[in-house]
């Protein structure tokens, strides 16, 4: 098993950057499929970006596509989310998850992940 840890939430202003990392407490993290999704209150859970295991095939939800960049490392297999141009509706608890599919595979949907983080907050004010 592996527990996704989060970091790097926060608060900023529209139009701003952060970004958020995802590691394996205590392990790699190359081994696994990994996908970032949020779910703001009274929204649905939606993806935000997925990588595959080998880390070279990326998908991005509508809402983020041009403005959000996912990518990990080859040695530790932290992945990383680069955000950038935030607006307000971005705001919500944002979750990593992984899976064991791949190497090739990009995960879209939250149900074929197994392990998940707990979250860390962005919030983006006008």
């Known amino acids: 098993q592996v527990q996704p840890v989060e970091s790097g939430g926060g608060s900023v202003q529209a139009g701003g950057s952060l970004r958020l990392s995802c590691a394996a407490s205590?392990?790699?993290?190359?081994?696994?499929?990994v996908g970032w999704f949020r779910q703001a209150p009274g929204k649905e859970r939606e993806l935000v970006a997925a990588i595959s295991r080998a880390g070279t095939r990326t998908s991005y939800g509508d809402s983020v596509k041009g403005r959000f960049t996912i990518s990990r490392d080859s040695a530790m297999g932290t992945t990383y989310l680069q955000m950038n141009s935030l607006k307000p509706e971005d705001t919500a608890p944002y979750y990593c998850a992984a899976s064991l599919r791949g190497p090739y595979v990009v995960v879209t949907t939250a149900q074929n992940y197994t392990y998940w983080g707990r979250g860390t907050q962005v919030t983006v004010s006008s």
């Open positions: 205590g392990r790699t993290f190359y081994n696994y499929a």
